[in-house]
Nanobody, 121 residues
Framework: QVLLVESGGGLVQAGGSLRLSCVAS????????MGWYRQRPGNQRELVAF???????NYADSVKGRFTVSRDNAKNTVYLQMNSLTTEDTAVYYC???????????????WGQGTQVTVSS
């Protein structure tokens, strides 16, 4: 059974920083993409950032220049460094791992249980 376990969430003041970590266990494969989504109160889950196994990454416009996603393939771990946090970043952050399972590009998604990030003003 593949498990993704997040850590690093918490309460921080606006302008502060947090670093989230997500460790994948139980997998015999490497994820093609690993990343982070978040769900703010009253909103749908949205992409924050992801990074491919080769190292290229994508970010939501709202976090560009403030957040950095990175991964350690050997440890099947993905990180999210969050700087200059604002109250708009308050959300439950979910780790995501995506694996391509066939030549047509079909994927399987794996999710962590989520970690709360609260930014106070």
């Amino acid at each position: 059974q593949v498990l993704l376990v997040e850590s690093g969430g918490g309460l921080v003041q606006a302008g502060g920083s947090l670093r989230l970590s997500c460790v994948a266990s139980g997998s015999r494969f490497s994820f093609d993409k690993m990343g982070w989504y978040r769900q703010r109160p009253g909103n749908q889950r949205e992409l924050v950032a992801f990074i491919r196994s080769g190292g290229s990454s994508n970010y939501a416009d709202s976090v560009k220049g403030r957040f950095t996603v990175s991964r350690d393939n050997a440890k099947n771990t993905v990180y999210l460094q969050m700087n200059s946090l604002t109250t708009e970043d308050t959300a439950v952050y979910y780790c995501n791992g995506e694996r391509i399972v066939n030549v047509e590009g079909a994927t399987v998604q794996y999710w962590g249980q989520g970690t709360q990030v609260t930014v106070s003003s």
